[in-house]
């Protein structure tokens, strides 16, 4: 902590020192005409006077005379024989247009008393040079209390940021030694208040990311384990089977099994790269009509239920476009769409909203319908409401979680609501493209 201080403290002199002499040549350069002129003003009548004493007498009454108006004048007054040495011809100019001379930052002032500027007398007026009581030490004495209350105050401030630095390393510590979600707690007047919140949120997320990984470890073990089981149980039954039918029917389980089991590490695998934001895609642009209406014809082939209606509505606009990643989006739509198909009884209608803000794709069944304390828990991985249905028909149970990912790609949601024809309706909205 001191070495911080020492370096804050230097570094605030440096600039200090800096700023004054920058500031003392800009303002000579800016104001030193004005202020001589204005000195000038304030000297000139007691030049004048001065002259006008002593011009007239004879050079030898001259001392004396000087002598007995020494007392009435704060200036010191002296004289000299001959011109003052090194005059410039700015001086020269001076002398021209005022009668007298300045040197010395106005500390002196050279006043011709002769005709003769090279072999008369002239006159010295020098400002007092006497130091009256602490008169030397002036300056000294405003630096020192002023850098003084400044070091003690950066020293203060340096030790608060000091001390909230540490926090912040004590938890970052924790946090690298896996206490997931440690929290740093900050002053509101902390410097490092945002850094804190920023600490914080980022420590609640990757403690909630990995929750979730773990989560989703234990839910991939769980479902592996029974096409797992299955596929063992029929390898043992098939090295027992007596006939071909037999062991032809063992071979299409395993089949099946083998199917289930791929589905599954595919729609992981899916789901892991929907996981990873990194690399975001850049959106396209499509026509909604023709796009929407072949996913309904996909669904329907894959479906296999003659029985089942298929509705798009569509807003009235003709060419209606939509911006976003069409491989992405069309996986999540048709996993919702077929999520309608294992549980609709005969209808399923998709819809395209356009709103102010982007776009919402509705798709809406007439099955059971989710129950409303459910609906946040259907859209997380391996989440079956009617766990034996499910596995009849064919999902997996990430079908909706991948929906979500997918939304989220496009900074948008998907969330459950309640259909018009009485059963679930499954709404994806994204913005529009900034």
Known sequence: ?????????????????????????????????????????????????????????????????????????GWHLSLRRGAPEGLQAAELAQLAAHGFVQRQEHELLLVPLDADHRGGDWLEVRWPTEKGPGSGNWLLLIIVPVVAAMALALLL????????????????????????????????????????????????????????????TRAVSHELRTPVARLLFELQLLRQAADAAQREALIDALHDDVGELDRLITELLNLAQLEQRQQRPAPGRLLAGPWLQGLLAQ????????????????????GLELVLHERLLKQALLNLLRNAARHARARICLRLEVLAEGWRLSVEDDGPGIPPQARERVLQPFVRLDE??????????LGLSIALRVAQWHDGRLWVDEAALGGAALRLQWPRPA
């Open 157 to 216: 401030w340096s030790g608060l940021l000091w001390r909230d630095l540490r926090r912040l390393r004590r938890q970052s510590q924790r946090l690298a030694a896996g206490e997931l979600g440690s929290q740093v707690t900050l002053s509101r007047y902390s410097e490092l208040r945002g850094l804190g919140e920023q600490f914080n949120t980022m420590s609640r997320e990757t403690a909630a990311m990995v929750e979730q990984q773990r989560a989703l």
């Open 299 to 318: 669904t329907a082939r894959e479906a296999g239920r003659p029985e089942l209606s298929l509705e798009l509505v569509l807003p009235p606009e003709p």
């Open 1 to 73: 902590m001191l070495r911080f201080y020492l370096r804050l403290l230097l570094l605030l002199l440096l600039v200090g020192l800096l700023a004054v002499w920058g500031v003392g040549i800009w303002s000579e350069r800016h104001f030193g005409p004005s202020t001589q002129a204005y000195f000038h003003e304030l000297t000139r009548g007691m030049v004048f006077e001065l002259r006008e004493r002593l011009a007239p007498l004879p050079r030898a009454q001259r001392p004396a005379a000087l002598a007995a108006l020494q007392p009435h004048h």
């Open 388 to 397: 034996a249905r499910d596995r009849a028909s064919g999902g997996v149970g």
